[in-house]
């Protein structure tokens, strides 16, 4: 049990570190991209203003879905290896 305990620890510090990072590099990219242009299509469907604000909360949104779908996998794997 406590081996577990270890591993979702571990998952959950890589997470917040891969969540923190992708904000602040969406504060950099969005500072230095409102130099570029306005605002950016993403996927054709929502348009986002180039701001630090809006990049670095796209950088955490994106990162924490995607990381919570890793994850979300990885739990599953393990359930049915315990099964």
């Known amino acids: ?12 510090i890589v997470g ?12 950099f990219i969005g500072e ?4 570029v242009a306005d605002s950016v299509l993403l996927f054709g469907v929502l348009s986002l203003p180039t701001t630090p604000i809006a990049f670095g ?7 924490a879905l995607v990381l919570a779908a890793l994850f979300g996998l990885v ?3 393990s359930r049915l290896e315990d099964a």
């Open 16 to 27: 917040v570190s891969v969540v923190l990072i992708s904000g602040i590099l969406g504060v």
């Open 75 to 77: 739990e599953f794997a």
């Open 1 to 12: 049990m406590s081996d577990r305990l270890g591993g979702r620890r571990v998952f959950l």
């Open 57 to 63: 909360l796209y950088g955490i949104v994106i990162s």
């Open 32 to 35: 230095n991209g409102g130099q």
